[in-house]
């Protein structure tokens, strides 16, 4: 996804209005509406973030970080990789491809102390039919290419939207499903296992931590 597209989706968010509104030729945007819209975006000029829309091989993702540790002070370096299938290699078998990511992110974490945040599909045995009577509730054993990635990480979360996918009206977790987006930290070396509940509205792409008491679905 372009960088633009990215910034589209953070102004929408704080707008509350949807992508389609702004781009829009059929109605014009109020002046109101326009200048919050402005005010949104610019101050994304003030953070250090770099866009790549055009896919980098592990060896370019690791230049590319040891290219802004030399230009800042002690940088904290945060990586999002979008997603792991997607970065090209010279290896044949996925599996193996996986691995060569997985591992140059650990080379980095312990070379410079940046961060990796890797997003990554999961395989297809959540949708098997034995699963629905555990809500379709996913498992590390669901990411794709779990033995190296899930094995490497230092936090592994999965995110859910059991209605939305699901149609699953039944309390989720203790919560409402409606809405839901259900992070399942099934991993963490440092802390608790569980699931963090959010509330969506994937229009404006507005996703915020539930903090009320639980709701019952029905």
């Not at 000029?45 to 290219?67: A, G, L, M, Q, T």
């Not at 491809?97 to 999961?122: D, F, G, P, R, V």
């Not at 039944?170 to 399942?184: K, S």
């Amino acid at each position: 996804m372009p960088g633009e597209q990215q910034i589209l989706r953070a102004g929408s968010k704080h707008t509350k209005l949807q992508t389609a509104e702004l781009l829009s030729v059929d109605s014009k945007l109020s002046d109101e509406s326009y200048a919050d819209y402005v005010q949104s975006v610019q101050k994304y000029n003030r953070y250090p973030i770099y866009f790549c829309s055009v896919p980098k091989d592990v060896h370019e993702i690791e230049r590319s970080v040891n290219s802004v540790k030399e230009q800042l002070y002690e940088p904290t370096i945060i990586n999002l990789i979008d997603h792991s299938r997607l970065v090209p290699s010279t290896l044949d078998i996925e599996l193996h491809k996986l691995n060569e990511l997985s591992k140059t992110c650990m080379y980095m974490q312990a070379q410079h102390n940046s961060i990796t945040i890797l997003l990554s599909q999961l395989n297809r045995n959540i949708e098997q039919e034995f699963r629905a009577k555990n809500q379709y509730q996913p498992m590390l054993t669901d990411l794709f290419g779990g033995d190296s990635i899930g094995q490497d990480a230092h936090v592994v979360m999965m995110l859910q939207r059991p209605y939305d996918l699901y149609g699953i009206t039944d309390t989720y977790c203790g919560e409402d499903p409606r809405g839901l987006m259900a992070v399942h930290v099934e991993k963490n070396r440092d802390g608790l296992l569980g699931m963090i509940p959010f509330e969506t509205d994937l229009s404006t792409f507005t996703i915020n931590e539930r903090t009320d008491s639980p709701k019952e679905g029905g």
